[in-house]
């Protein structure tokens, strides 16, 4: 049988065969295998991320209580915003969280910023103190929490001893007391967060060429023209990324202020989380908690937004 | 006016870059209305201003970039 024979006689035989078995032989075409392989994920993403993101829009328009599942469900439209926008209280949580997040990143940018330029000298050992500094970064902030209580003990924990052996206080109850607590919270966030702001700024350090500081040199630049003139202006947009990233974390802190003050004493440590927690879980108003939750989602959504525009910038 | 330098114009009005700095100055002005300790106001009116431009924002990470980039 020569080709040309051999092509017509294929040619015949797939014209014979019926359609039904034609189709299965013919197999899925790429665009629907490429469907099939993603609708898994698809499914599971509307499943997880984002009904429940719409089913929580609708619920901050009703008056739903979980507590309650018999109770009529009635539709109260932006009546929970406008309670949560005009309460004293709730502005009075959104302040301490801006107390929270604002130490928590002037102090960290402070000392992780300096660490990083310790560190950028390339003395003896420093990588092993780049791994030590490290280490509270990768502990889990429910750990790091749980500890931080037993340190914090006024009695028999390490904090309140260390305080005292430079100055005698007394024992320090950095929990239980009114005006130590939101630091209890500041200094734990910064011992655990700090080396990631000195992560992000050694990369941004390390990523100036060496030529800048020459020409600076043979300039006659001093010390500070140099961290003033090459620096700075080089490591800014890695800080800026830093602290954006770990302002909208800490905007959304939940667990470390959880574990170690549960928003107490009172409502002093009451950040927002805990007060969105407190109203979903504890006083049971699903629909208030939902519209609560809708507006710190749109709050982090908007930061996000600019935090990939500041990401953007740096790839540049 | 021809219709081609009309459409020259419309396109240099809608360039992402100011719209979009715009949009995160609006947005960091809600956070900080949300968030400050000054007035109730301020806070009273700071989602409808952050969801506003953020809204915005959206929209005009949409246009064209501009002839400089």
Redo the contacts between chains.
């Keep these: 049988m020569t080709t040309k024979d051999k092509t017509t006689f294929i040619q015949k035989l797939a014209l014979a065969t019926p359609e039904p078995i034609a189709r299965k032989a013919r197999g899925l075409s790429d665009r629907a295998l490429a469907w099939l392989f993603i609708s898994p994920t698809i499914i599971l993403l509307l499943a997880i991320n984002i009904f429940p993101l719409l089913w929580t829009i609708y619920l901050s328009f009703t008056n739903y209580h979980a507590n309650r599942p018999n109770m009529h469900v009635r539709w109260i439209g932006l009546r929970n915003?406008e309670r949560i926008?005009?309460r004293?209280d709730v502005?009075e949580f959104?302040?301490i969280?801006?107390h929270f997040?604002f130490w928590t990143m002037l102090l960290q940018v402070l000392i992780g910023f300096t660490l990083a330029l310790l560190i950028n000298r390339n003395f003896k050992g420093a990588s092993f103190w780049v791994t030590v500094i490290l280490i509270p970064m990768m502990l889990s902030p429910a750990v790091v929490g749980t500890f931080w209580t037993y340190l914090y003990q006024p009695q028999t924990g390490i904090f309140s001893y260390i305080i005292n052996a430079f100055h005698n206080f007394g024992p320090i109850d950095m929990i239980g007391s009114v005006k130590l607590a939101p630091w209890a919270i500041i200094i734990v966030d910064t011992w655990m967060w700090t080396p990631y702001i000195v992560l992000l700024t050694l990369a941004g350090l390390r990523s100036i060429p060496d030529y800048l500081y020459e020409a600076a040199e043979i300039d006659r630049a001093n010390s500070w023209q140099k961290f003033w003139h090459i620096t700075f202006p080089r490591v800014l947009p890695f800080l800026m990324l830093a602290v954006l990233f770990r302002g909208i974390e800490n905007f959304k802190m939940f667990d470390m202020v959880a574990e170690l003050t549960s928003g107490g004493p009172g409502s002093v440590t009451e950040v927002v989380s805990i007060a969105l927690k407190r109203a979903a879980f504890e006083s049971w108003k699903t629909g208030y908690a939902s519209a609560l939750a809708i507006?710190l989602f749109?709050?982090v959504?908007?930061?996000g937004?600019?935090y990939v525009?500041a990401l953007n910038r740096v790839k540049q | 006016m021809s219709k081609q330098s009309r459409k020259k114009g419309l396109r240099h009005f809608f360039q992402r870059g100011p719209w979009e700095n715009a949009a995160v100055a609006g947005i960091i002005c809600g956070v900080f209305m949300l968030m400050q300790p000054f007035s109730m106001l301020l806070y009273r009116y700071s989602f409808v201003v952050i969801l506003f431009f953020t809204l915005g924002f959206v929209i005009v990470s949409h246009f064209p970039e501009g002839e400089d980039g």
């Design positions: 915003y926008l005009g004293e502005w959104m302040q969280t801006a997040v507006i749109v709050t959504f908007a930061l937004n600019i525009k």
